[in-house]
């Protein structure tokens, strides 16, 4: 994984969507890096895993800009809705 050119192409698209917060920025840069550090194209993770990486110590902020990050097309998000299975996020091939 390309995570320069996964960053470069974010940051030129978010000079342009007024939607992205500081908090979507903390929680996409956290997936990257925690993809970067797995190798992999795809995450399985508990929300707090990634919240410590991002930052962010409200579950409910945190989840706010999941889904938000998912509807805006910067990542696809599938919620488990168990507390004992990850959830899974990656990255659109267009991002």
Same mark, same amino acid.
């Given at each position: 994984?390309?995570?320069?050119s996964h960053l470069d192409? $974010? $940051?030129k698209k978010i000079s342009v969507d007024a939607r992205v917060t500081v908090t979507h920025i903390s929680v996409y840069t956290a997936i990257l890096q925690s993809l970067r550090k797995t190798g992999q194209n795809g995450l399985s993770m508990f929300g707090f895993e990634l919240m410590q990486v991002a930052k962010? *110590? *409200?579950g409910k902020t945190y989840y706010k800009a999941l889904r938000?990050?998912?509807? $805006?097309g910067y990542i696809c998000?599938?919620?488990s809705f #168990? #507390?004992?299975q990850p959830s899974r996020i990656s990255l659109p091939d267009s991002t």
């Open positions: 994984m390309d995570v320069a192409r $974010f $940051f962010i *110590s *409200s938000e990050l998912n509807e $805006f998000y599938e919620p #168990k #507390k004992n």
